[in-house]
T-cell receptor
Framework: AQSVTQLDSQVPVFEEAPVELRCNYS??????LFWYVQYPNQGLQLLLKYLSGSTLVKGINGFEAEFNKSQTSFHLRKPSVHISDTAEYFCAVSAATGTASKLTFGTGTRLQVTL | GAVVSQHPSWVICKSGTSVKIECRSLDFQATTMFWYRQFPKQSLMLMATSNEGSKATYEQGVEKDKFLINHASLTLSTLTVTSAHPEDSSFYIC???????????FGPGTRLTVL
């Protein structure tokens, strides 16, 4: 089984500042990793995913994440945030079985961007 | 892109009644659909996985007789909460996958309030 820990429940940041949202996972097998964003009263949208290959993954809206196997982490970063980035961000993991597997989500991090 | 809709977006019902939530894939055929439950300020918890034409697979601790899932077509899955009680109040989210690929496309969610 897999588990995901998002240590920060809330991250306040000023507009145009950089931000990092932390995600650590636990698994006894190889994993695929995902970051999703949820805007108020909306479903989840995929930001980016790591399946294999380069450990630095670039996603939509200027976000990127780096897979660190030794530290079992997959932190999400953005060099300059906008007000519109205010949302809930979820890290998720699935077993890398080669076929679609169920997702296990972290508890989420609320990114609050202010002027 | 792939769009998944849910209906209704919110519902209020009396204790003891049953509520049906629909999940539709609008522009692709969903061979697999997933149903999640999300409590306030908490993560998404997978309730069950359904493949078109077969019985749903429920996660441990989820009562299959209480949460009835039907996936009768490649574009529609339904979740029926039978004899709902206040503790069933939650945000229910579905997702759909259109093939062996890994990405799940999420619906906007349904807010259920049981009085």
């Amino acid at each position: 089984a897999q588990s995901v820990t998002q240590l920060d429940s809330q991250v306040p940041v000023f507009e145009e500042a950089p931000v990092e949202l932390r995600c650590n996972y636990s698994s006894s097998v190889s994993v695929y990793l995902f970051w999703y964003v949820q805007y108020p009263n909306q479903g989840l949208q995929l930001l980016l995913k790591y399946l294999s290959g380069s450990t630095l993954v670039k996603g939509i809206n200027g976000f990127e994440a780096e897979f660190n196997k030794s530290q079992t982490s997959f932190h999400l970063r953005k060099p300059s945030v906008h007000i519109s980035d205010t949302a809930e961000y979820f890290c998720a993991v699935s077993a890398a079985t080669g076929t679609a597997s169920k997702l296990t989500f972290g508890t989420g991090t609320r990114l609050q961007v202010t002027l | 892109g792939a769009v998944v809709s849910q209906h209704p977006s919110w519902v209020i019902c009396k204790s003891g009644t049953s509520v049906k939530i629909e999940c539709r894939s609008l522009d692709f055929q969903a061979t697999t659909m997933f149903w999640y439950r999300q409590f306030p300020k908490q993560s998404l918890m997978l309730m069950a996985t359904s493949n078109e034409g077969s019985k749903a697979t429920y996660e441990q601790g989820v009562e299959k007789d209480k949460f009835l899932i039907n996936h009768a077509s490649l574009t529609l899955s339904t979740l029926t909460v039978t004899s709902a009680h206040p503790e069933d109040s939650s945000f229910y989210i579905c997702s759909a996958r259109g093939g062996p690929g890994l990405e799940q496309f999420f619906g906007p969610g349904t807010r259920l309030t049981v009085l």
